[in-house]
């Protein structure tokens, strides 16, 4: 602090004996809110952990199911389009009123896997 | 007495008797600050307990980054007067001078009441004639007694800038105040 300061510093003393005359204290102490804020911040971030995982999760089956044909040494144009003529031979089933395109699938799949079992 | 780590730490837990001890301790120079930048007593009171309460919602963010725990409610009062002043637009005038009659020691050293007024009114008169960003820091840095660094935290200018800022300020006070300066 320079000599001007020091002046400065003189004349701004008796500013500083400025002091309040209430301190509020009680009346602010019961504004202040409840802290809950640290349990709401502890369970939102859990909730977001779970989708989090929940979503990495179904990403990796959808990926394993998609993928498991084409390990098996599928052509993945070949399942693209057999997924396609399935889904729409199912769809027209739906809009003929006829469910028993679908059960013929799955009755047909089940004997193949008797079958396969007795062979 | 709580240190005061513990005490930030308690008060961060929702700890309001811990909150109250800070609160005692550090209200009087915020007040302080708030009423020389508004010049109105109710509105620096409302004006200080609202930094705290801003104070007590934010203190779980509030880390020892090595900023004191001061500095931080001189910012949270900086922005809150900034506020103020977007909302209000104008300052309110004085406040009477009852208010000054009843300070003991202003202007110390001064025997007679009417030079004492006279120099109170001459100070009173120059700060306000200074720019906004000056009176702002002329308060902090001789009323409050804040390091440039401390401003530069509080007020997001540079050092330089605040020395810069200083030396204007004071050669400009030191015009309007030529008697007094003389005498001193």
Redesign the interface.
């Known amino acids: 602090m320079d000599k001007?300061?020091e002046?400065?510093?003189?004349?701004?003393?008796?500013?500083?004996?400025?002091?309040?005359?209430?301190?509020?204290?009680e009346?602010?102490?019961a504004?202040?809110?409840?802290?809950d804020?640290?349990t709401i911040r502890g369970s939102a971030r859990f909730l977001y952990l779970d989708v989090f995982r929940y979503t990495i999760m179904v990403g990796l089956v959808a990926v394993v199911l998609l993928l498991s044909p084409l390990m098996r040494g599928g052509d993945p144009f070949d399942e693209l389009y057999a997924l396609e003529i399935e889904a729409e031979e199912i769809s027209q089933g739906i809009d003929d009123g006829e469910f028993s395109v679908v059960i013929d699938y799955v009755s047909d799949d089940m004997d193949l896997v008797g079958e396969d079992i007795i062979n | 007495m709580e240190s005061f780590e513990r005490l930030v730490s308690l008060a961060r837990n929702g700890d309001k008797e811990a909150f109250g001890e800070l609160y005692s301790s550090y209200f009087t120079p915020i007040y302080r600050f708030l009423y020389w930048r508004t010049k109105h007593k109710e509105i620096a009171e409302d004006l200080t307990q609202t930094v705290f309460l801003k104070a007590y919602e934010a203190v779980g963010a509030f880390e020892n980054t090595g900023a004191p725990f001061l500095s931080w409610l001189y910012t949270i009062a900086h922005n809150l007067y900034l506020d103020y002043i977007k909302k209000r637009k104008f300052l309110l005038p004085d406040e009477p001078d009852t208010f000054w009659e009843n300070q003991k020691g202003f202007l110390p050293g001064v025997e007679k009441e009417i030079t004492r007024r006279e120099n109170r009114e001459a100070l009173d008169k120059a700060i306000s004639e200074l720019s906004d960003n000056q009176q702002e820091l002329v308060i902090l840095r001789f009323v409050a007694e804040r390091s440039y660094g401390e401003i530069a935290e509080i007020t997001g200018k540079t050092e330089d800038a605040l020395r810069a800022l200083n030396y204007r300020a004071m050669k400009l006070l030191k015009e309007k105040l030529k008697n007094l300066f003389e005498d001193t």
Do not use: A, I
């Open positions: 001007t300061e002046q400065f510093d003189r004349l701004f003393k008796p500013l500083r004996v400025v002091t309040p005359q209430t301190s509020l204290l009346e602010t102490l504004m202040l809110p409840v802290r804020g640290v």
